[in-house]
């Protein structure tokens, strides 16, 4: 059984930091893409970060400068170090992992940076 697991969320005031894992279980983990989205309420779920199974990143204009995504294949995780927080930041952050036809979702952890 494949499971994403995120955790990490949390609420924070403005200029905090907060660091998210994805923990990946039931897949052999190094060779998805993994990216990091997020929703905030009534808008759609954006891409906010996301990194390849090389180690190629990629960051929305948004969030350059400030968060850090990484991986390690021997836990199975993938972090997004999240810097200089902002009410905007706010949502729900989800963890996709995907390779070819295959693709996962984790259920989400809340991020609430206050002002």
């Known amino acids: 059984q494949v499971q994403l697991v995120e955790s990490g969320g949390g609420l924070v005031q403005a200029g905090g930091s907060l660091r998210l894992s994805c923990a990946a279980s039931?897949?052999?983990?190094?060779?998805?893409?993994v990216g990091w989205y997020r929703q905030a309420p009534g808008k759609q779920r954006d891409l906010v970060a996301s990194i390849t199974s090389a180690g190629s990143t990629y960051y929305a204009d948004s969030v350059k400068g400030r968060f850090t995504i990484s991986r390690d294949n021997a836990k199975n995780t993938v972090y997004l170090q999240m810097d200089s927080l902002k009410p905007e930041d706010t949502a729900v952050y989800y963890c996709?992992?995907?390779?070819?036809?295959?693709?996962?979702w984790g259920q989400g952890t809340q991020v609430t940076v206050s002002s």
């Open positions: 996709n992992a995907h390779v070819a036809m295959y693709n996962y």
């Open positions: 039931g897949i052999r983990f190094s060779i998805y893409a």
